[in-house]
């Protein structure tokens, strides 16, 4: 029997190289019955990659204007076609066994979600290599994730479906939109953590991007406890949250299968040439 279609979806903007890396991790997935969407939110071209990745199915959709990443994702799930959806930021990689891993565990609920391991790294020869990696993984206890989310979007995996009930993914949350796309699943559908470090989720610390603006990032904090009755949120630095006793208490064991090894594209291969 065929295994279910898994439509990967991407948004980007302007990170070729980190994108092409993405599409290496991809092309080394154990579960081949991939339709990987990758959504160009209106920034440098992106169609070579098609060439560089054939074997991929890959379907490259330019935005009119950029509309940021909340709509992207959206847009990405218009043209979407597998009865599986999977979402992925473009700087983030997959491990040959997520794919496979995260199709059988969606067994028996509507969606999963991995732990993850966390890198820093310096860009060597054109190629992220990390230079320290620490686990996030967290059980999932639903009261506290109203109060602290650890659901990592990047590589879940649920059914279409959960769209049919849901509506799209919320713009108006932006920072949140993914917090707030588990609370309001969480409430209608079976949802389960997997406790594998089978995503890679990249941070560079001169670029900051998991602390972020905490003022800009304020006012969709207070939207998103509104729509769901949260109460005060504190807006702290991601890893400050991650001392907070509460959350230190909920960390979990987890399995690690990163070797390590950087994941050097086709694009960066073609370049050494």
Same mark, same amino acid.
């Given at each position: 029997m065929e295994r279910p279609l898994v439509s990967v979806i991407i948004p980007t903007y302007n990170r070729c190289d980190v994108l092409c890396e993405l599409l290496e991790s991809l092309s080394r997935q154990t579960y081949r019955h991939l339709e990987i969407i990758v959504v160009n939110d209106c920034g440098e071209?992106?169609?070579?990659?098609?060439?560089?990745?054939?074997?991929?199915?890959?379907?490259v959709i330019r935005m009119e204007s950029n509309m940021k990443h909340v709509h992207a994702r959206n847009r990405g799930l218009e043209k979407a076609s597998g009865e599986?959806?999977?979402?992925?930021?473009?700087?983030?990689?997959?491990?040959?066994c997520h794919v496979d891993r995260m199709v059988?565990?969606?067994?028996?609920?509507?969606?999963?979600?991995?732990?993850?391991?966390?890198?820093?790294?310096?860009?060597?020869?054109?190629?992220?290599?990390?230079?320290?990696r620490f686990v996030f993984a967290y059980e999932q206890d639903m009261a506290a994730m109203r109060?602290?989310?650890?659901?990592?979007?990047?590589?879940?995996?649920?059914?279409?479906?959960?769209h049919e009930v849901l509506g799209p993914f919320d713009a108006d949350m932006y920072h949140y939109w993914d917090?707030? $796309?588990? #609370?309001?699943?969480?409430?209608?559908? !079976?949802?389960?953590?997997? &406790?594998?470090?089978? *995503?890679?989720?990249?941070?560079?610390?001169?670029?900051?991007?998991?602390?972020?603006?905490?003022?800009?990032?304020?006012?969709?904090?207070?939207?998103?406890?509104?729509?769901?009755?949260?109460?005060?949120?504190?807006?702290?630095?991601? $890893?400050? #949250?991650?001392?907070?006793?509460?959350? !230190?208490?909920?960390?979990? &064991?987890?399995?690690? *299968?990163?070797?390590?090894e950087p994941f050097v594209s086709r694009l960066i291969a073609a370049s050494r040439e």
């Amino acid at each position: 029997m065929e295994r279910p279609l898994v439509s990967v979806i991407i948004p980007t903007y302007n990170r070729c190289d980190v994108l092409c890396e993405l599409l290496e991790s991809l092309s080394r997935q154990t579960y081949r019955h991939l339709e990987i969407i990758v959504v160009n939110d209106c920034g440098e071209p992106v169609d070579f990659i098609r060439e560089l990745y054939p074997e991929l199915n890959l379907q490259v959709i330019r935005m009119e204007s950029n509309m940021k990443h909340v709509h992207a994702r959206n847009r990405g799930l218009e043209k979407a076609s597998g009865e599986l959806i999977m979402l992925c930021d473009d700087d983030d990689l997959l491990l040959p066994c997520h794919v496979d891993r995260m199709v059988n565990e969606l067994n028996g609920s509507d969606l999963v979600y991995s732990d993850v391991e966390i890198f820093d790294y310096v860009v060597e020869n054109g190629t992220r290599k990390a230079t320290n990696r620490f686990v996030f993984a967290y059980e999932q206890d639903m009261a506290a994730m109203r109060r602290f989310s650890t659901f990592v979007a990047s590589g879940c995996l649920y059914r279409r479906e959960l769209h049919e009930v849901l509506g799209p993914f919320d713009a108006d949350m932006y920072h949140y939109w993914d917090w707030d $796309f588990f #609370l309001r699943a969480a409430e209608r559908f !079976r949802v389960k953590r997997v &406790p594998v470090a089978s *995503v890679l989720y990249a941070f560079s610390g001169s670029g900051g991007n998991m602390s972020g603006n905490l003022e800009d990032m304020r006012p969709y904090l207070d939207k998103l406890s509104a729509k769901h009755g949260l109460g005060p949120l504190p807006a702290k630095n991601f $890893f400050l #949250l991650l001392e907070e006793p509460e959350v !230190r208490r909920r960390k979990a &064991p987890t399995q690690i *299968v990163w070797d390590g090894e950087p994941f050097v594209s086709r694009l960066i291969a073609a370049s050494r040439e």
